[in-house]
């Protein structure tokens, strides 16, 4: 009831705001997605650095704060003439196309799939609790660790949790805070999913895209396999392309009608998606150039000296909602370790402008770069990746990750959109499809579907487009209606497909191979009907997917729990409601070892086999008795702390 409140007073007082700067249904509605996902972000960061208080009651009045400011803002501006009502069907120069208001048969096909494909995630997400890698390894430890300290603070357990970007690990916050633990977490990236729709849509009628073109295109980018399962965990992608689509949808609006209120929101949508990931500034930086060169050529042909006036206050306000938005996680990495991309190395023309631990190449992308891959030109394992059917359907999808309706219909729709729009629509080249594809080239990995979401967005209003396109030649009218018609018995039969298949799967691993002996096999049939048949409460990560960790179920109250550095998933060790404390524990020696086991008054340790402390912990049985030993790892229970060796 605590987490519907919250919810709603959220998404109200986002309406409110939106209202306050919008007449325009689309605009409006956009704008509350935009500022519902602000909105949450700022809460919970008030409630947790200044407040240092972040408590369900903190939340819940911050949010009532946000939400008297929102209805004062609302009353003193809504009879203000500056409020105006643009039309929200228009290109960056003019329509391509007539934009029928008339919703056809094909649209409520798409509205009803959609909806299925939601609440379909919605019960995935709640169904099963976190299980991926990213998410028990960094994204949600940080939640965990300000849940458990009441506050924003540094020094979770492990370097990724301290030194990422966090603006979604902001939101999910406020999910995990307001519902009191875990069991709802998994609602986090399924409200950007419908963010995604609502800024699809928008950006679809912003380039002349009738209703019906919208929403196909945005049924069928949340029908895209990567797309549908990031909608039921708590990693960061889906957030990220739901910002940045957002923030472009205002873009596009204020290359029409240039306005501080539309420099306003694409500032604020732009600076979350830098706030979630430091790809962002690529995204960032090219919208903002395309964005400051359509208003500069504006006040050229304006000739009005005030236009210049106005160009510099709208740059200003976008720079300043994204800077609010998306500084401060680099700002606070940069007093700490000395660069604002820690722990990565940034090379600019041969130098090294920050220093760090590791390359973007040797860290990330290498070791998940399928074998397949290696030694090919770039443009190559795109195009393998772009080509390949899905053999599974995960969050980390490398190949196949936009699915079969991508490979036969939106690529070649991408495609020809792009020579069109090149040949026959300058305008629209320059302010929608040179940019994003330059954000695509630039991007690093541009062949891993979740790095790449945006892009699948842009190709699905690509291909919607070019059907609706067709279908205004008399002769090819029938075309135009069967393409989006045969897209969306594609999503359909991509789902039965995946159906089919998962029911013969006698086994599946949900963590990569190296942390295979502490995951559970069983088939994901087998997984359904266990965890429908468990209470929310005991339905765990450890009890469904990762048995070593059951023993953190079987606590009657707070411990202590440490673990060695190469031991995964520390999220688990915090409990279902952050009631643990939790800390990586490294020693040069035995010594250092035992002091910091009894100076930390630490409970319960797991260690790796291929750490120095787990031969300190094997050697001494009694102090350091075993619960569980498991593949290279070992779980004990500390029943007498040292100061030094046990003898």
Same mark, same amino acid.
């Given at each position: ?32 997605? &935009? ?29 009532? &704060? ?45 509205? &009803? ?55 979604? $690990? ?100 732009? %600076? ?9 500034? @690529? ?13 500069? $050529? ?51 023309? %041969? ?19 399928? /074998? ?5 030109? $770039? ?48 305008? @629209? ?29 842009? %190709? ?44 013969? /799967?006698?086994?599946?691993? /949900? ?116 619960? $569980?030993?498991? %593949? ?16």
């Amino acid at each position: 009831m605590v987490l519907i409140l919250g919810l709603a007073l959220t998404v109200a007082s986002a309406y409110v705001w939106s209202r306050s700067l919008f007449i325009g249904r689309l605009d409006a509605l956009t704008g509350a997605m &935009v500022f519902f996902f602000a909105q949450t972000m700022m809460v919970v960061w008030i409630s947790g650095v200044p407040l240092h208080a972040l408590y369900t009651g903190t939340v819940l009045v911050v949010s009532a &704060v946000f939400a008297a400011l929102a209805l004062v803002t609302y009353r003193a501006t809504r009879h203000n003439a500056t409020r105006f009502k643009p039309d929200t069907n228009a290109t960056p120069r003019q329509l391509p196309m007539a934009a029928p208001m008339k919703i056809e048969r094909t649209g409520y096909a798409a509205i &009803v799939l959609l909806i299925v494909l939601l609440l379909f995630a919605l019960w995935l997400g709640y169904l099963l609790p976190p299980y991926f890698g990213d998410e028990l390894g960094y994204h949600l430890v940080s939640v965990a660790y300000w849940a458990h300290q009441h506050a924003i603070a540094e020094g979770a357990p492990g370097l990724w949790p301290n030194v990422y970007p966090r603006d979604a $690990e902001l939101f999910y916050s406020f999910i995990y805070t307001l519902s009191g633990g875990t069991v709802f977490i998994h609602l986090s990236q399924w409200f950007f999913a419908l963010g995604a729709a609502v800024a699809i849509i928008g950006c679809a009628r912003r380039i002349g895209l009738s209703r019906t073109g919208g929403l196909v295109a945005a049924t069928l980018f949340v029908g895209m396999p990567n797309v549908l399962m990031q909608a039921t965990t708590a990693y960061v992608d889906l957030a990220f392309a739901t910002c940045f689509l957002l923030g472009l949808y205002f873009a596009l609006a204020y290359l029409k009608t240039p306005s501080w209120k539309y420099a306003l929101a694409a500032g604020v949508g732009a %600076g979350m998606s830098l706030g979630i990931k430091a790809d962002g500034a @690529l995204y960032v930086g090219i919208l903002a150039l395309v964005m400051l060169g359509f208003a500069i $050529e504006r006040r050229r042909r304006a000739q009005a000296n005030s236009t210049a006036v106005l160009v510099l206050c709208d740059a200003g306000v976008f720079t300043a909602a994204l800077l609010v938005f998306g500084l401060y996680w680099y700002v606070k990495v940069w007093m700490t370790y000395g660069s604002p991309l820690y722990p990565f190395t940034f090379r600019l023309f %041969g130098h090294t402008v920050f220093p760090g631990l590791y390359t973007l190449q040797n860290q990330v992308i290498q070791p998940n770069e399928p /074998v397949k891959f290696r030694g090919s030109p $770039e443009f190559m394992k795109t195009w393998v990746a772009w080509t390949s059917l899905p053999q599974e359907m995960t969050t980390d999808m490398h190949v196949g990750a936009f699915g079969p309706v991508w490979t036969y219909l939106e690529m070649p729709g991408l495609f020809a959109f792009t020579l069109w729009t090149a040949l026959r629509r300058r305008r @629209l080249f320059l302010g929608l499809t040179l940019p994003l594809w330059l954000i695509f080239v630039f991007q690093p990995a541009n062949w891993w579907g979740r790095y790449t979401l945006s892009f699948g967005a842009f %190709g699905v209003i690509a291909f919607a487009w070019i059907a609706e396109q067709i279908g205004t030649r008399p002769h090819w009218r029938w075309v135009g209606k069967l393409l989006p018609g045969l897209a969306l018995v594609g999503v359909v039969g991509t789902y039965g497909a995946g159906a089919a298949i998962v029911t013969k /799967v006698k086994s599946m691993n /949900v963590s990569s191979s190296a942390y295979s002996s502490i995951t559970t096999h069983r088939s994901p049939m087998s997984l359904l009907e266990l965890s429908l048949s468990l209470s929310p409460a005991k339905r765990t990560s450890a009890r469904l997917f990762y048995p070593p960790y059951r023993f953190v179920d079987q606590l009657a109250s707070p411990v202590t729990i440490a673990y060695t550095p190469n031991v995964p998933y520390p999220y688990l060790f915090f409990g279902q409601h952050a009631q643990n404390r939790v800390l990586e524990i490294h020693a040069s020696n035995g010594q250092k070892f035992y002091r910091e086991v009894s100076q930390d008054r630490i409970n319960y340790l797991m260690a790796a086999s291929a750490d120095k402390e787990y031969k300190y912990v094997a050697a001494a049985p009694r102090e350091f008795h075993p619960i $569980e030993k498991v %593949g290279g790892y070992l779980v004990v229970h500390v029943i007498r702390r040292h100061d030094t060796p046990p003898g």
